[in-house]
């Protein structure tokens, strides 16, 4: 395992970290089991952005004994309500569900605390000018948390963030399609092929650019989450390039980016951590990206939902991500599969019971139709 400075946190952190999302709803013994493959193999930074308590006790569980091998990436902000995943700048709510992810994790103190989700001008003010922002480096100065950092999909607003001179650290949506978005668009957009200039290389978002040379300056360290972009760029039928990329010419992709020090990857089983480890033992040319950029586009991630549940909370108690995924297989095939059925009725509440209100849509970093998406799964599923 190769290790990268974190930006002047002083950390050497593995150049692929844990992305412990995917490890929600797993039982104890599989998060134990995830955990020991990937701490085995070198990994030493994980991100623990889920509030919901269970997969905060089973990765506390799991890291007893060897906290001080880990670097753990903790989010403030996450917050879990009436059984759902949501984001609050309240300083009570912020209060609790800190102290809540340093019980569940058995630890004192969170190595990399990161303001969660700052996508947005009401987002950075709710933080940045309010007393919210003197509670986290309170909290700092406590040693409660030993670096400060935040998590951004937005190019502008992320480096808004990064001129405040206070955080050292951003966990940032980073992947060979996403840097090719046009500056003025919203991730994600559709890669044509005028993306491309006829030598091959990409045409690269200036916006991200600008960001990515900010954060080098500044000794901003990267973290970088959909590293994959959610398994779409693992697919020739998905990827925007035409052509699937591998995991190793993915995770090569971002750590070519400029302050980035470890790709971030989701990984829910001993099999995953596998194929994403074995990045260590590719070859260069395995690793080789290049040549996606030689083939025009021509799929698009547009509206495409990327489960990362930043939607939620849902008035109606709906796991929405859940929803965008079993409508995603189901409508991939030409009959619903059984397991994919059985999997959506075994979800508590469906996509008959939305409302319709929106406000999910707001919430989305990534543009999705989800009102449009619960009625196709009502239609198709039939509640």
Not at 154 to 179: Q, R
Request: with cysteine; aromatic share 8%; proline share 4%.
């Amino acid at each position: 395992m190769k290790y990268n400075a974190l930006g002047k946190t002083g950390l050497m952190v593995s150049e692929v970290g844990l992305g412990c999302e995917f490890l929600q709803g797993k039982d104890e013994a599989t998060v134990r089991a995830v955990l020991d493959a990937a701490l085995a193999k070198g990994v030493n930074i994980i991100d623990v952005f889920m509030s919901e308590p269970e997969v905060r006790t089973n990765i506390g569980k799991a890291l007893a004994g060897r906290r001080e091998k880990v670097y753990i990436q903790g989010h403030l902000c996450a917050v879990w309500k009436n059984g759902q995943y949501g984001r609050s700048r309240d300083p009570e709510d912020v209060r609790f569900f800190f102290e809540d992810l340093l019980t569940r994790l058995q630890t004192d103190y969170i190595d990399l605390g990161m303001i969660h989700f700052i996508d947005s001008e009401e987002e950075y003010r709710a933080v940045f000018e309010t007393g919210l922002i003197d509670q986290i480096l309170e909290l700092k100065k406590q040693g409660k948390i030993r670096h400060l950092g935040f998590s951004s999909h937005d190019p502008a607003i992320a480096l808004k963030v990064v001129h405040t001179g206070l955080v050292e650290a951003m966990l940032f949506s980073i992947n060979a399609a996403y840097d090719l978005l046009p500056p003025e668009v919203k991730l994600p957009c559709r890669l044509d092929a005028d993306s491309f200039t006829r030598d091959g290389t990409a045409a690269f978002n200036p916006a991200r650019a600008a960001l990515y040379d900010a954060c080098a300056a500044a000794g901003v360290g990267i973290t970088v989450m959909k590293t994959l972009g959610a398994g779409r760029l693992l697919s020739a039928e998905s990827s925007p390039f035409g052509v699937a990329l591998s995991v190793p010419q993915c995770i090569q992709y971002v750590l070519t980016r400029p302050a980035v020090a470890s790709a971030m990857v989701g990984m829910q089983t001993v099999e995953e951590v596998d194929q994403a480890l074995a990045f260590e033992d590719a070859t260069e040319e395995e690793r080789d990206f290049s040549g996606i950029f030689a083939a025009a586009s021509q799929f698009t991630m547009a509206g495409k939902c990327m489960y990362c549940n930043h939607c939620l909370p849902c008035p109606q108690g709906l796991d929405i991500a859940a929803v965008h995924k079993y409508l995603d297989l189901a409508t991939a095939k030409e009959t619903v599969p059984d397991t994919v059925r059985a999997h959506y009725e075994a979800l508590g509440r469906h996509a008959g019971d939305c409302i319709g209100c929106g406000s999910c849509e707001t919430r989305c970093p990534f543009g999705v139709k989800t009102v449009e998406a619960m009625a196709q799964a009502k239609a198709l599923f039939g509640y």
